[in-house]
Structures are given as C-alpha cells and as structure tokens.
C-alpha cells in the first residue's frame, strides 16, 4: 500500500478516477493473494472481480471445511444432516430414513466422514430418531468407534441449533403392511385366516413429533363379516423425548391395536452398562371400532407394565422380561427372548396369567407360549428424493400363540411397525454389524 501511493504520480494519465480506484482495490488484493496464495496478478479490467472472489473463496484455504461430506450423507439418503465442532470434537447429526439396515447405515456414515477427514479432531456421529438423538458413534485415539446411548461432550451447547441438512419434516411415505391374522380355537376347522393390506401414511411434523394414519383393506377374510369391511387400523400422534441422563419418554394418544384408542406413554432408560434397560409403558383406552356399525366405549381401562432388558452382544441375543397389568385386566409376566440377525429377528416367548381363559380338560390353563418372527422386506435402500414415497414395511411381523384364547397376557402396540425387531437398533447390535462389514 505504501509503494501505491508513493508511485501514484507515476500512473498514466489517461486513467480516470474509476480506473484508479480499481487500481487501488486490485492492489490490495494482490497483496493479499500473495500472502496467502502465493500468487501474482498483472493490472487486468477484471481485477475487481477477481478480488472479490478471492475474498469469498479465502476460507476454503485457510480453514478445514466439512461442506463435502454433508453432500455425500445427503446423496446417500440421510435426513437432518448437520455438522458442528467444539474443541475436543466434530459432531455429525444424521437420521436413516433410506431403508438401510441400521448397521448398514451406521457403516455407510462411517465410511463417509472418515474418507474426508480433514480435521485431527475426534469425530462423533450421532443417530436419530423423528431427530431426537438416540445413539452415538465415537471414534477413539486409542481404539475403535465407540457405541452408546452417550451423547458428545458440547452436543447440547454446539449442536442443537446447528442448520440441518435434507430435513425430514413433512416428507410423506405410503407404507404398505401385509397383516396376517391367524386362529385355530375351532373344533371344525384347522385355522381361520385373515389377510390385509394396510396401506398408512407416516410423517414428521416437527423434532420427535410424528403422524400414522392408516386405512384397513381386507384382502381376504375367514373370520366373518365383523372383519369384512375396510375400516381405520392405527391413527396416532406421537411425541418422542430425550431427557437428560439418558432417559427416553414416549407419549402417543390415538387409535392403537386391538380396536383401542386412548393415550398410552412409554419410557426406555439404558443402565450404565448399556447391556441392560429399564422399560414402562402405561395407558388409558378404551374400545373403538367400525365392524357392522361404529362401536366405541370410554376410555376407562388402565394398563402398564416394568420390564427390564438384557443385551447378550457376542449372539445377538436380546432378553425382556415384562409383569403388570394388561389389556383384559389379567395380571400377569412375559419373558421373551430374540435372535437379531441381519434380515430376521427370531424370538420365542413364555407368559403366566392370572386369569387363564383357555379351557384344557375343563379347567383354566394361566401358561401360554409361543414365537415371533420378523423379516425385514427390500429393498433394502430407499432413498426419499421427493416429498413422497410410497414402500412396503420394513419388516413382515408374525406371531403365533400357543393356547390362542386371546384374551390373556395381551398388550397392544401403538404403532404398525412394532415388531421384535425394533430392538435392533441398539449400540451392541449395531457395532457387531459394523465389524462383520469391516471382515
């Protein structure tokens, strides 16, 4: 700057004012470039130009910018995309509503922020759900990714206003479930059937806030005319929570399963040895349903069960164990144990009741047992480019009932996609998927 003014007598003289105030601005911005970049401009009509892009393109140089893996998660399907920093680490935020096996899509994010790592900082990743936080994924100086309910250190402080990325809110999907339904208390027959198709809609209003509404279509029916008719299956509004120290809340107010409708809440709480949870659910429904005629009741029935769960991470193997009140005001305990495989989760069960409504040599049987299975349905990569998307369910659920009375032991979901399955997408299970793609 000082040359410049010292030389200004030296410019030519058929410059006008405009012609040197762009001397003056390209001069200023040669030197800067020469600073930074090393590089060296002659006296060009477009040196104004080229300053002003060099002002604009001056952070990407002298700072480690995240904006290419925000576009490769958003390419790969992951919603509510975001990135922050503190300190200590990079915290990514994203949500898998691309179909993939949690797994899967725990490694595919892996993959994607360690390819363009450009920062020595450590990085986390924090998975969601509706976006509500749920599980965490931290890489170690010492050792591998971690896993855990856990959240970053400065995710509240950093994170939680951060600019997310391809926002899952108000993005619709048809989803299409195959419903079969199964009995064989009759003497005449083998097994009565019913299939249907429920096709629901299912969105995200706002973070943890999520719609379900869903339309029965009988495909076809053994049961008789009480089932016969297309008729409303789940239609509920829910809120997910996060509390601090880990604490999950749950509060749904609908129409849920088996012709209920009312409130339900539920928590999940993971112990510090994350193998182990502490579950509860409580509700107040009543009866509600369009067969030959709307038939409702008021909501007047209290349910709720405690349960507490163990994680064995070296099979796979998940074990709960439930007691408490249920829906026909039997008392009684459920344990249940499951397999999670990659496509599958295989589970069998045991309850003891209170009542017993099945008659075995005329007297009342309080045991009752049998399996479930879920299978997960492709495809298995989905991403939601528009607003819309219409997909089968993630899984196909089955279950089957050993003394099938119906009425014993008996608790209701509040959402079609409940299954045995849900439990897979906990911290063990999902770094064992991990590591089998890693082999």
């Not at 064989?184 to 943890?208: C, H, M, Q, W």
């Not at 579950?279 to 069960?305: C, D, I, N």
């Not at 409504?357 to 479930?372: I, W």
């Not at 014993?408 to 897979?424: D, F, L």
């Amino acid at each position: 700057m000082t040359n410049l003014f010292q030389n200004k007598n030296k410019l030519p003289q058929i410059l006008k004012e405009k012609e040197i105030q762009n001397y003056i601005v390209a001069t200023v911005c040669q030197a800067v470039l020469f600073r930074f970049y090393k590089i060296k401009i002659g006296f060009l009509k477009w040196q104004r130009f080229f300053c002003i892009a060099s002002i604009f393109l001056l952070p990407l140089f002298l700072t480690n910018t995240l904006s290419a893996q925000i576009p490769e998660l958003v390419k790969s399907g992951f919603e509510n995309v975001s990135v922050c920093e503190d300190s200590i680490y990079q915290i990514f935020t994203v949500e898998n509503n691309a179909r993939y096996l949690p797994g899967i899509a725990a490694r595919k994010a892996l993959d994607i922020i360690s390819n363009a790592d450009t920062s020595k900082k450590q990085k986390s990743i924090v998975f969601l759900r509706n976006g509500v936080p749920y599980i965490s994924v931290t890489n170690s100086k010492t050792g591998p990714w971690k896993i855990g309910y856990k959240l970053p250190e400065g995710y509240n402080k950093n994170c939680t206003q951060a600019q997310r990325h391809n926002s899952s809110y108000f993005k619709t999907d048809i989803v299409i479930y195959p419903e079969l339904l199964y009995r064989n208390y009759r003497t005449d027959r083998l097994y009565e059937v019913v299939f249907n198709l429920s096709p629901a809609i299912e969105l995200t209003l706002a973070k943890g806030l999520s719609f379900v509404g869903q339309i029965v279509i009988p495909i076809y029916n053994g049961y008789g005319k009480r089932y016969a008719r297309i008729r409303p299956g789940f239609i509920t509004l829910t809120q997910q929570i996060r509390l601090p120290r880990q604490f999950f809340i749950s509060v749904s107010g609908g129409t849920f399963e088996y012709d209920r409708y009312g409130i339900d809440a539920q928590l999940f709480h993971p112990f510090k040895n994350i193998r182990w949870g502490l579950h509860a659910q409580m509700g107040l429904t009543g009866y509600f349903a369009l067969r030959t005629k709307w038939e409702a009741s008021t909501p007047g029935r209290v349910t709720g069960r405690l349960g507490i769960s163990y994680y064995e991470p070296h099979f796979n193997l998940y074990a709960i164990l439930y007691a408490g009140k249920y829906l026909y005001e039997d008392y009684g305990v459920t344990a249940e144990l499951n397999r999670h495989f990659r496509y599958a989760t295989i589970g069998f069960y045991v309850q003891k009741t209170s009542k017993g409504n099945y008659l075995v040599n005329s007297s009342r049987l309080k045991l009752n047992g049998g399996f479930k299975i879920a299978i997960a349905l492709p495809p298995y990569r989905q991403i939601r480019k528009k607003k819309f998307r219409i997909t089968p369910a993630s899984h196909f659920r089955l279950t089957y009932n050993t003394y099938n009375d119906g009425n014993s032991c008996v608790y209701y979901r509040v959402h079609p996609g409940e299954s045995n399955a849900s439990a897979n997408f906990q911290p063990y299970f999902i770094q064992s998927e991990i590591n089998r793609q890693r082999r």
